[in-house]
C-alpha cells in the first residue's frame, strides 16, 4: 500500500461546486503540504500543516481552504470552484525532525473544472 | 528567500550519452537541495538531496549531482541515459528557516531517443 495516499485520483466537476480532495499518510510524520502543479509552472504550495493544531498559508492559498483532521489526514477544499483551478493536486509529508528532511508526495489527483 | 531556475524545460539526449539537467538556486539562508523525477501519472519520487555534507551527493539509478556554492548551481548528471530515464524532473531548494517548506524549480522533460 502508498505511503501516501489521495483520493480521488481524477476528478471532473463543474465551477461553482464545492470540492473536497483527501489525503491520508502511514508514514507518521506530522508535516503536510498541499500543491499544486501546472505544466511550465512547476509545484506551488497552497497549504501547509506542522501539525492537527497548526495550519499555515502558502503561496497561493486564495479559494482553498484544508483541514487536519487527525495526524494523518489532511483535506483540501475548494468552497466554489473556478475553471483556472484546474490543474494536478499533490499531497506531501515530511518528517518534524530538523531542517533538510525530505518531502514524500502521493500520486496526485487530476483535477478538471468546467 | 529562496527559488530555483532550472535552464530548458526540455532537453533530449541519445540512449548512452550524458545526462546534464541544469539547476541554479538563490536562497538567503544556507540551502538544501533536492531533485525530484515524475514518471507519467504519478508523484515526485526523491532522486537525491544535498544537506551540507559532501557536495557531490550520489542518489538512486546512477545520477548525481553537485553542490557549487560558487556558482549557486547543483546540477544534476547521469553518464549513460536509458530509456527508462525519460520523464520530468524538477529541482527543489529549502533553506534553515524550520518550516522546511519546498520551492521548486518548473521542470525539465527528458526525453531519451533511442
Known amino acids: 500500500d502508498a505511503d501516501v495516499t489521495q483520493t480521488p485520483r481524477n476528478r471532473i466537476t463543474k465551477t461553482g461546486k464545492r470540492i473536497m480532495l483527501e489525503c491520508s499518510q502511514t508514514?507518521?510524520?506530522?508535516?503536510m503540504y498541499w500543491y499544486r502543479q501546472d505544466p511550465g509552472l512547476g509545484l506551488r504550495l497552497i497549504y501547509y500543516?506542522?501539525?492537527?493544531?497548526?495550519?499555515n498559508k502558502g503561496e497561493i492559498s486564495d479559494g482553498y481552504s484544508v483541514s487536519r483532521q487527525a495526524q494523518a489526514k489532511f483535506s483540501l477544499s475548494l468552497e466554489s470552484a473556478i475553471p483556472n483551478q484546474t490543474a494536478l493536486y499533490f499531497c506531501?509529508?515530511?518528517?518534524?525532525?530538523?531542517?533538510?528532511?525530505?518531502?514524500?508526495f502521493g500520486d496526485g489527483t487530476r483535477l478538471s473544472i468546467l | 528567500a529562496q527559488s530555483v531556475t532550472q535552464l530548458g524545460s526540455h532537453v533530449s539526449v541519445s540512449e548512452g550519452a550524458l545526462v546534464l539537467l541544469r539547476c541554479n538556486y538563490s536562497s538567503s539562508v544556507p540551502p538544501y537541495l533536492f531533485w525530484y523525477v515524475q514518471y507519467p501519472n504519478q508523484g515526485l519520487q526523491l532522486l537525491l538531496k544535498y544537506t551540507s555534507a559532501a557536495t557531490l551527493v550520489k542518489g538512486i539509478n546512477g545520477f548525481e549531482a553537485e553542490f557549487k556554492k560558487s556558482e549557486t548551481s547543483f546540477h544534476l548528471t547521469k553518464p549513460s541515459a536509458h530509456m527508462s530515464d525519460a520523464a520530468e524532473y524538477f529541482c527543489a531548494v529549502s533553506g534553515q528557516t524550520g518550516a522546511n517548506n519546498l520551492f521548486f524549480g518548473t521542470g525539465t522533460r527528458l526525453t531519451v531517443i533511442p
Open positions: 508514514k507518521g510524520h506530522d508535516r
Open positions: 500543516s506542522f501539525d492537527v493544531k497548526d495550519i
Open positions: 506531501a509529508t515530511s518528517d518534524l525532525a530538523g531542517d533538510g528532511q525530505p518531502q514524500h
